[in-house]
């Protein structure tokens, strides 16, 4: 089969998006299938025609929200390019920009079109606004976001229970909703194929003791994930645990205005800011920590979640529908409702080492439900079910177009 992959974001930006673009490529690829991808170029405002690739990247305008960027939404070069690929399926994976060339191409090359929703825009509006109009704004988010998803695609991939609830409760969808989370290359991020020697490394980088427990996170430095009620209960988590630490791995543009929030609270020798870290190495950093946390309820599936499953680690995550498929109470971690309930669960989980084998074994054995393989495999099945249902649709419109010019052709004899 031949896939194309259309996205407003790819490669060498880094995100959770781009992960499961990834990892959806990769797992196409190794069953045997042809991807390409059309995307926006993140760099310059240049048109890229990568053959060896097989990569578009069509320019874009910054948009405010991070280094994302906004083309066009139709592009004569690329369209040009697109039908030699003679594609079998679309699957865009944005709304907007190259989302909606995606729907152009669909529509005039006559090609199926598949839409995974990852991101929840209300939760981002005040990037654009920077707080006015919020309210007009996500109105029109929402209209534009129901319309893409509802009116133009066969079928619909969402990643979590949290936004089929969402399309089914809130957008009344009329088209089939797959819940797919997105797949993990999990040996990647097994703790048995690293150096301890590297690690060893990295930890005198940061400045992290054999003997120290490691709180971590792994996200956008920015204000949707609530780092800041992280820091908060460190605060109170480190009397209790004198010898942690709080490792805060990425980038953003909070980041600044935690750092002076970690200088408030006296913090600063035990709050480590990792920066912006290659999305090769993401792997180790996780090999840092004791304990995997977030306190974000923007996600629309937690991919961090899971690559710390991977990595053996106990999870505490907010109790939202974007966790409660992968976090299990006392398996493999604690959803919790409160500060006090996570602070809690944390010192449980540091002061029972048993607990901590146990959940650590369970987390690594839950991670292999959301492996590459599996998400290609079912992905795919979508695919398959697009083709047929665009197709019978096809022949239902041609023998109605058909019935419709009998009816006027025997109106005009009788006429005449």
């Known amino acids: 089969m031949r896939i194309g992959i259309f996205s407003d974001t790819y490669l060498p930006y880094v995100s959770g998006l781009v992960t499961s673009e990834l990892m959806l490529k990769k797992a196409l690829e190794k069953m045997g299938h042809e991807v390409y991808i059309v995307t926006a170029n993140l760099e310059n405002f240049k048109f890229i025609d990568d053959k060896e690739e097989k990569i578009i990247k069509i320019p874009g305008l910054p948009i405010g929200i991070y280094d994302a960027r906004l083309t066009g939404i139709y592009s004569i070069t690329a369209i040009n390019i697109i039908r030699k690929w003679k594609l079998d399926v679309i699957h865009s994976q944005t709304e907007f920009g190259v989302g909606t060339f995606a729907r152009i191409v669909s ?21 654009i606004t920077k707080g006015y109009f919020d309210k007009p704004s996500k109105k029109l988010v929402e209209y534009l976001t129901k319309f893409y998803c509802d009116k133009t695609v066969t079928e619909l991939i969402v990643p979590s229970r949290k936004i089929y609830n969402i399309f089914m409760n809130k957008y009344k969808a009329n088209k089939p909703v797959n819940i797919i989370g997105t797949g993990m290359d999990i040996s990647r991020f097994n703790k048995d194929n690293f150096n301890i020697e590297d690690i060893k490394k990295l930890k005198e980088k940061y400045g992290i003791k054999e003997d120290e427990f490691v709180i971590g996170s792994v996200s956008r430095i920015a204000k949707e994930k609530s780092i800041d009620r992280i820091i908060d209960n460190y605060k109170k988590i480190i009397e209790k645990i004198p010898n942690s630490k709080l490792l805060l791995v990425g980038d953003g543009p909070d980041k600044e205005e935690l750092m002076k929030q970690v200088e408030r609270l006296d913090l600063t020798n035990n709050v480590i800011f990792t920066g912006k870290v290659p999305i090769e190495d993401i792997q180790i950093y996780y090999q840092l920590m004791d304990v995997f946390t977030t306190f974000s309820v923007t996600e629309t599936q937690g991919l961090t979640v899971i690559e710390a499953m991977a990595s053996s680690l106990p999870v505490l995550a907010i109790k939202d529908d974007s966790f409660v498929d992968a976090v299990i109470n006392g398996k493999n971690g604690y959803l919790f409702n409160s500060d006090i309930e996570y602070q809690d669960y944390l010192y449980k989980i540091y002061k029972d080492k048993n607990l901590y084998n146990e959940l650590s074994k369970n987390s690594m054995e839950l991670s292999k439900k959301h492996s590459m393989e599996e998400f290609g495999k079912r992905v795919y099945e979508v695919y398959l079910n697009t083709i047929k249902e665009y197709n019978d649709k096809k022949i239902i419109n041609n023998i109605k177009e058909v019935i419709k010019n009998t009816k006027t052709s025997d109106k005009k004899t009788k006429n005449d």
């Not at 005039?108 to 990037?127: F, K």
Request: hydrophobic share 30%; proline share 5%.
């Open 107 to 127: 529509k005039q090359l006559n090609i199926p079109l598949v839409h995974t929703y990852h991101t929840m825009y209300e939760d981002y509006i005040y990037y």
